[in-house]
């Protein structure tokens, strides 16, 4: 069973500052997303990084694929009270199966 | 852009009633939709993948006679919790995969609620 463990699980912080969350596997992934999920809603994919130590910048966000393609970073700048919500990584285990594992979640909340 | 939709979006079922969800992809067709479920601060748990046209594959634990599952149409999947207990409480999310682009989109979700 291929798991993904996020850490920190919960994280509280004041509005500018910086912040990176972690996913992190045993297992080797073909691709991996993320995604954040707000409260009563489904989750709304941010990114897919394929290659191993691939970057994607979405904004102020900064996501990273390990070289091994077992772990992911993500790396937020200046955040914003926008940016409140719950942090899922997800990955599939080969390009032609199309199930998602999903992350344990961090739980991020800025404050203003 | 992709859209998936879930109806109803919350409701509240007396204990042994069933209840049925369904989840629609709105503007693409979706050989592959998968169910999940997630419980409140809790990641999304995988339940099953619905193939159109054949049964659904059950995740370890699930048990396919209580949540049934029916994928008639590339654009519908439906969940069927029957013989709903209170701890069947949650919020139940659906997924569709483009079966162009293997991309998955989520929908909105359904908070059921069993009294």
């Not at chain 2, 079922?13 to 939709?33: N, P, W, Y």
Request: with cysteine.
């Amino acid at each position: 069973t291929q798991l993904l463990e996020q850490s920190p699980q919960f994280l509280s912080i004041q509005e500018g500052e910086n912040l990176t969350v972690y996913c992190n596997s045993s297992s080797v992934f073909s691709s991996l997303q993320w995604y954040r999920q707000e409260p009563g809603e489904g989750p709304v994919l941010l990114v897919t990084v394929v290659t191993g130590g691939e970057v994607k910048k979405l904004k102020r966000l900064t996501f990273q694929f390990g070289d091994a393609r077992k772990d992911s970073s993500l790396h937020i700048t200046a955040a914003q009270p926008g940016d409140t919500g719950l942090y899922l990584c997800a990955g599939k285990s080969s390009p032609a199966n199309e199930k998602l594992t999903f992350g344990t979640g961090t739980r991020l909340t800025i404050i203003p | 852009g992709a859209v998936v939709s879930q109806h109803p979006s919350w409701v509240i079922c007396k204990s042994g009633t069933s209840v049925k969800i369904e989840c629609r992809s709105l503007d693409f067709q979706a050989t592959t939709m998968f169910w999940y479920r997630q419980f409140p601060k809790q990641s999304l748990m995988l339940m099953a993948t619905s193939n159109e046209g054949s049964k659904a594959t059950y995740e370890q634990g699930v048990e396919k006679d209580k949540f049934l599952i029916n994928h008639a149409s590339l654009t519908l999947s439906t969940l069927t919790v029957t013989s709903a207990h209170p701890e069947d409480s949650s919020f139940y999310i659906c997924s569709a995969s483009n079966r162009e682009t293997y991309e998955q989109y989520f929908g909105p979700g359904t908070r059921l609620t069993v009294t």
